[in-house]
């Protein structure tokens, strides 16, 4: 990533509140709850879209290098009017302004709806590869209904387009098969 920083204020991503999730105990063996932070990335700012570029080399995920592309078009000026939003899951639990890459264990990357911003449309929804479902001894647990749980008290309606392995996730999460042929679930309050 070569972007030019000159004349930029530099923001931080904001905490928007906490994800409920299950993390191993120093025995490894059982799960205890845990709650990492929800946050909101600032497209205004270098060290958001620095970490987002990081998280998509560490996981080496075409998803997260699309997210990170797109941030840093809102942070060079070509895109300017585009209704964009960006949220990770971290372990972090303060000084927002730098987020650390190593600690982001969930990206999602979503569009509010043109008629309600109550209504999202979520794009791209990964979690870190290490932590997704079948991972034996993981780390940290339920790492995706934590963040389906914290996006639902955001909004009204999430509407996205599933993979075809996700479907059942999404169903167990309240979302109803909306468009058979694109796999669009949608869940609504």
Request: charged residues 30%.
């Amino acid at each position: 990533m070569n972007i030019q920083t000159a004349n930029r204020m530099n923001f931080k991503a904001k905490y928007i509140q906490p994800t409920y999730v299950k993390k191993l105990d120093e025995s490894g063996l059982k799960y205890i709850p845990e709650k990492l932070s929800f946050v909101k990335l600032d497209k205004n700012s270098f060290s958001d879209v620095s970490a987002i570029t990081a998280v998509a080399k560490m996981w080496r995920s075409r998803l997260i290098e699309e997210v990170a592309s797109t941030l840093e078009k809102f942070l060079t000026g070509v895109y300017r009017t585009l209704s964009y939003d960006a949220y990770a899951i971290t372990t972090q639990k303060k000084n927002f302004q730098k987020l650390d890459p190593k600690k982001i264990v969930c990206v999602i990357d979503a569009s509010p709806e043109l008629k309600d911003k109550r209504d999202i449309f979520v794009y791209d929804f990964e979690v870190m590869p290490e932590l997704q479902r079948g991972q034996k001894n993981a780390a940290y647990q339920k790492v995706g209904k934590g963040t389906i749980e914290s996006l639902k008290c955001l909004c009204d309606r999430i509407t996205l387009k599933s993979l075809y392995s996700a479907t059942g996730f999404y169903e167990a999460n309240g979302f109803k098969l909306v468009n058979k042929d694109k796999l669009i679930y949608r869940w609504e309050r």
